[in-house]
C-alpha cells in the first residue's frame, strides 16, 4: 500500500488530468456524432483552452488528434447504420432519426449541392452550423458507396477539429484564467450553433419588408 501511494503521488497532476481528460473527449465526441446532442464543438473549443493553458508538450496537438479521430470514428458509425436502415427494417430507426433532425428545406439544398459539387459538400459540412446532417442524409438518400463517405468525411472532420480548436485557442489567449477562456469559447460555439436559426428567421421578415 505504501508503494502504490508513494506511485500515485508522483505521478503530476498535469498527467492525471490527461489520463483522464483524452478519453473523456474522445468517447464525448463520438458520443455526440452518434447522437447529434451533445455540443461537440463547445467541447474541442473547451479542451483547447485547457490546452492552452497547459505545461504538457503537445497537449493542443493531443487535443488536435483526439477530437478529429472521434468525430472521423463517430461519422463513420453513424453513416454505416444509416446505410443499415436503409436496408433493414431493424436499422430504420437510426434513418428515422436522421430524417426527422434534418428540416425539408435543408435536406432538398443538400441533395441539389451534392449532385452539383459532389464530395465536395462533404469535406465543407462540418463547418456549417447544422449542416452535417442533412449532408449526410443526403449521402445515404444518394446511395454514396462507405468508402466515398470515408474519402470525404476524412479532411472534413479534420478541419472541424482545427476549426473548433482555434476558437479555443483565440479564447484562451485573451483570458488568464482557463475558466474564462472556457467561458468564451462556450459562448461563441453557441453563437455560431444559433446564427443559422437566427438567420432562417429574419430573412423570410427583411425579404417581406423589401416587396
Same mark, same amino acid.
Given at each position: %500500500? ?9 505521478? !503530476? ?9 483524452? !478519453?473523456?473527449?474522445?468517447? +464525448? ?6 447522437? !447529434? ?12 483552452? =485547457? ?10 496537438? %493531443? =487535443?488536435? =488528434? ?6 472521423? +470514428? ?6 454505416? +447504420? ?11 430507426? *437510426? ?28 469535406? /465543407?459540412?462540418?463547418?456549417? &452550423?447544422?449542416?452535417?446532417? &442533412?449532408? %449526410? /442524409? ?15 468525411? /476524412?479532411?472534413?472532420?479534420?478541419? *472541424? ?8 485557442? +483565440? ?7 482557463? *475558466?474564462?477562456?472556457?467561458? %468564451?469559447? #462556450?459562448?461563441?460555439? =453557441?453563437?455560431?450553433?444559433?446564427? !443559422?436559426?437566427?438567420?432562417?428567421? #429574419?430573412? &423570410? ?7
Amino acid at each position: %500500500m505504501t508503494l502504490v501511494g508513494e506511485l500515485v503521488r508522483s505521478v !503530476p497532476p498535469e498527467s492525471t488530468q490527461q489520463v483522464v481528460g483524452y !478519453p473523456s473527449l474522445f468517447l +464525448l465526441v463520438v458520443l455526440g456524432s452518434l447522437v !447529434p446532442v451533445v455540443p461537440t464543438g463547445a467541447l474541442v473549443s473547451s479542451a483547447a483552452v =485547457v490546452a492552452f493553458h497547459h505545461t504538457a508538450p503537445f497537449a493542443l496537438l %493531443m =487535443v488536435f =488528434v483526439v477530437a478529429s479521430s472521434a468525430a472521423f +470514428l463517430g461519422d463513420v458509425g453513424l453513416y454505416s +447504420l444509416g446505410r443499415r436502415g436503409s436496408h433493414s427494417p431493424h436499422g430504420s430507426r *437510426w434513418l428515422a432519426r436522421l430524417r426527422a433532425r434534418a428540416a425539408p428545406d435543408r435536406l432538398a439544398r443538400a441533395q441539389h449541392q451534392l449532385r452539383a459539387h459532389g464530395v465536395l459538400v462533404l469535406v /465543407l459540412s462540418r463547418l456549417v &452550423p447544422a449542416g452535417r446532417i &442533412p449532408v %449526410m /442524409l443526403a449521402c445515404l438518400l444518394a446511395a454514396m458507396p462507405l468508402r466515398r463517405f470515408v474519402r470525404g468525411d /476524412l479532411p472534413a472532420c479534420l478541419a *472541424w477539429a482545427a476549426t473548433y480548436q482555434l476558437i479555443g485557442l +483565440l479564447s484562451g489567449s485573451l483570458f488568464r484564467s482557463a *475558466w474564462q477562456g472556457v467561458a %468564451m469559447a #462556450i459562448a461563441l460555439t =453557441v453563437l455560431l450553433g444559433a446564427a !443559422p436559426t437566427v438567420w432562417r428567421r #429574419i430573412r &423570410p421578415a427583411g425579404g417581406e419588408g423589401g416587396s
